[in-house]
């Protein structure tokens, strides 16, 4: 039986219209219907970049609910259900509050054309202005300077994650182009933590600053983060911070643990908060290892792993973490959208795998076919081969090599899958 709140859902799909053109007038005049609750929100932390928003928000939040404050937190996509977007006062919303909150947006909106992204956006501002608590979390969808979350006039500060080449349809070709769009979560005065950069983008995003009057927590500048003796050390102009390594596995969380600790500590928050950021964020499919469920009893004394990462910069972050892993053949059960950029993907991840399953992820229409994946990888220098489903991948590679390293990667729309389907 079908919630409630995918009815709504479904048919706000069909609002979309024909074109995407990124612009805020759609969401101005919901918001406006709705007597603009984005004016009413808890302090905002406003999150955009191309790597690493979801996990820096995750670990921003286990700070600040470490030392007692009640956080609201808006992200996206979702993997198993829509209610992973949006998280009130610290839980996950109500499917009763939810498709009270859709409907309201729905009426409002009264059938004009809107993308799915702005109407359930404005929904969850509606949600969060309702309900009492310290904080507001917000990322970023799609780039930024026009993204649904870009209506808080003033948030309390703004944080930007690496930015890489990503989205090019949307944002743009070039680096310097990306890095525009990201930085237009810059409000004037608003201090902004910046994780680390290239320089053709951190040039843009400095120029940009220095025009708004908004002060920059820049990495290698005035934070550093980095990994010593098996411990994080996190410095800033306010000391140092020694600390266990972020409980979120693979090195590139170095980087993201380093702009969350920047954001608590500009905020006023003690060693609790630093402590619990880092201990205590979970994020899941960002190398999440699965411990339970039908997949897991399939790959039988095979350890099972699964990440979304679905760009270069993903890819060289499983590479990364692949590389520090004990020692043991791991095999990828690789699906892909054919929107993004394979090659890439692969280029980083190929010499950490001993083999490749391709698949083709189910429900998706702009998924790319096995046989295509099949293809990017042989190009790519990695034994491959084909299979029907993820199950029937992880049942072959258990049976050829049991007591491997089995990892589902290449899109968050796979791991969703492979979420709800593992239970």
């Not at 969380?253 to 060693?271: C, S, V, Y």
Request: charged share 20%.
């Amino acid at each position: 039986m079908s919630d409630g709140s995918d009815l709504i859902l479904a048919r706000m799909m069909a609002l979309h219209p024909k074109i995407i053109d990124l612009t805020l007038d759609r969401v101005w005049r919901l918001l406006g219907a709705l007597d603009h609750p984005e004016r009413a929100l808890p302090p905002v932390i406003h999150i955009a970049g191309t790597n690493g928003k979801g996990s820096t928000q995750a670990m921003i939040r286990a700070g600040l609910e470490a030392m007692g404050d009640t956080v609201h937190a808006y992200t996206s996509p979702h993997l198993a259900r829509f209610h992973e977007r949006i998280r009130l006062a610290g839980e996950l919303i109500s499917e009763p509050h939810l498709t009270e909150i859709l409907e309201e947006c729905e009426v409002a909106n009264g059938g004009i054309p809107i993308t799915y992204f702005e109407i359930t956006t404005c929904a969850a501002f509606l949600a969060f202005a309702r309900t009492k608590a310290d904080w507001t979390l917000l990322e970023v969808g799609l780039g930024g300077r026009l993204d649904a979350t870009n209506v808080v006039d003033k948030p309390r500060l703004t944080i930007l994650t690496p930015i890489s080449i990503d989205h090019q349809q949307y944002l743009g070709d070039t680096l310097p182009e990306i890095a525009g769009e990201k930085a237009g979560i810059l409000k004037r005065g608003v201090p902004c933590v910046v994780g680390p950069q290239e320089p053709a983008a951190l040039e843009v995003i400095e120029a940009k600053a220095a025009r708004l009057g908004c002060p920059l927590l820049v990495h290698g500048q005035h934070w550093h983060a980095f990994e010593e003796r098996g411990r994080l050390i996190f410095q800033d102009e306010s000391g140092l911070l020694d600390l266990p390594l972020p409980n979120l596995p693979g090195p590139h969380q170095i980087d993201n643990a380093g702009a969350a600790l920047a954001a608590l500590r500009h905020l006023g928050a003690g060693d609790a908060a630093c402590e619990g950021a880092i201990t205590k964020a979970y994020w899941p499919a960002r190398m999440q290892r699965l411990t339970q469920g039908p997949l897991v009893e399939a790959a039988g004394a095979c350890e099972l792993w699964l990440d979304g990462g679905h760009n270069p910069a993903g890819g060289q972050a499983v590479a990364a973490t692949l590389a520090r892993m004990p020692a043991k053949p791991t095999h990828l059960i690789l699906g892909m959208l054919n929107t993004k950029d394979i090659a890439g993907y692969l280029r980083p991840v190929a010499a950490e795998a001993q083999s490749l399953t391709a698949v083709s992820i189910p429900g998706e229409a702009n998924t790319l076919s096995a046989e295509d994946t099949q293809a990017a990888a042989a190009k790519a220098g990695i034994s491959a081969g084909t299979a029907d489903s993820v199950l029937a991948a992880v049942r072959a590679i258990a049976v050829k090599d049991p007591g491997a390293r089995i990892l589902i990667c290449g899109s968050l729309y796979l791991a969703g899958g492979v979420l709800r389907e593992n239970g």
